[in-house]
C-alpha cells in the first residue's frame, strides 16, 4: 500500500497537517523549522513512498485499525545505498 512520492511531496503534506493541528506563531514557527530540520535529515536520501491506504474501506473499518482517513499521513524513506529506513509519521492521535 505504499506509492512513490518525493521529499518535496511529502515535506509539503507533513507542514500542511502541522498548520491544521499546531496552534498559532511563534508556537508553530519552532515547531515547522525543528520538524523541517529534521525532515531534511530523512527525506532527502534514498527513495520516498507514502502511503496510501485502501480506498474501498469503509471508515469504520479504517478507525477500527487504528488509521485515520483524514489526519494520518505516513512516508517511509528508503536509502539502499546506506542500508537505513526512516519512518515519517504525522497523526493527530
Avoid: C, N
Avoid at 499546531?22 to 515547531?31: D, T, V
Avoid at 530523512?42 to 478507525?63: A, C, H, I, M, N
Amino acid at each position: 500500500m505504499f506509492v512513490l512520492a518525493t521529499a518535496a511531496a511529502a515535506r509539503s503534506t507533513v507542514h500542511s497537517w502541522m498548520d491544521d493541528e499546531l496552534a498559532g506563531p511563534p508556537m508553530s514557527l519552532r515547531s515547522h523549522d525543528r520538524v523541517e530540520h529534521l525532515l531534511s535529515r530523512t527525506l532527502d536520501q534514498g527513495t520516498v513512498y507514502r502511503l496510501d491506504g485502501p480506498k474501498d474501506v469503509e471508515p469504520d473499518l479504517l478507525s477500527y485499525a487504528g488509521v485515520s482517513s483524514t489526519s494520518f499521513h505516513e512516508f517511509v524513506a528508503i536509502d539502499r545505498e546506506r542500508e537505513s529506513i526512516h519512518l515519517v509519521v504525522a497523526s493527530d492521535d
